[in-house]
């Protein structure tokens, strides 16, 4: 019963930094956990980072940890994905993920999540 809609994708050289943002309506954010995914072409949809329902939680896929930092403004209904140091190997389509949660949760698994955007396609170049 939540939208979610992804936008800030785009082409970036390797080294570069994006900012994806996923901006909510329907519903509050302020009850749901979210999540980052990515599939990339011939892949399985994959993890990327997951935030708590108040930003106090976080978590990070190996690939990605370092670089990549997940926040929320729940004032603005809105999730973010900062993202430096990006690499070739993370080009993909980045989805935009959430969950009712009544706890201070987070999530990293593909199915403990009800609510999908359409996701941004985001390219780095060599």
């Known amino acids: 019963q939540v939208q979610l809609v992804e936008s800030g994708g785009g082409l970036v050289q390797a080294g570069g930094s994006l900012r994806l943002s996923c901006a909510a309506s329907g519903r509050t954010l302020s009850s749901y956990a979210m999540g980052w995914f990515r599939q990339a072409p011939g892949k399985e949809r994959e993890f990327v980072s997951a935030?708590?329902?108040?930003?106090?939680?976080?978590s990070f896929a190996d690939s990605v940890k370092g670089r990549f930092t997940i926040s929320r403004d729940n004032a603005k209904n809105t999730v973010y994905l900062q993202m430096n140091s990006l690499k070739p190997d993370d080009t993909a389509i980045y989805y935009c993920a959430g969950q009712r949660d009544y706890r201070d949760n987070y999530y990293v698994g593909r199915y403990d999540y009800t609510y999908w955007g359409q996701g941004t396609q985001v390219t780095v170049s060599s």
């Open positions: 935030i708590s329902r108040n930003g106090g939680r976080t």
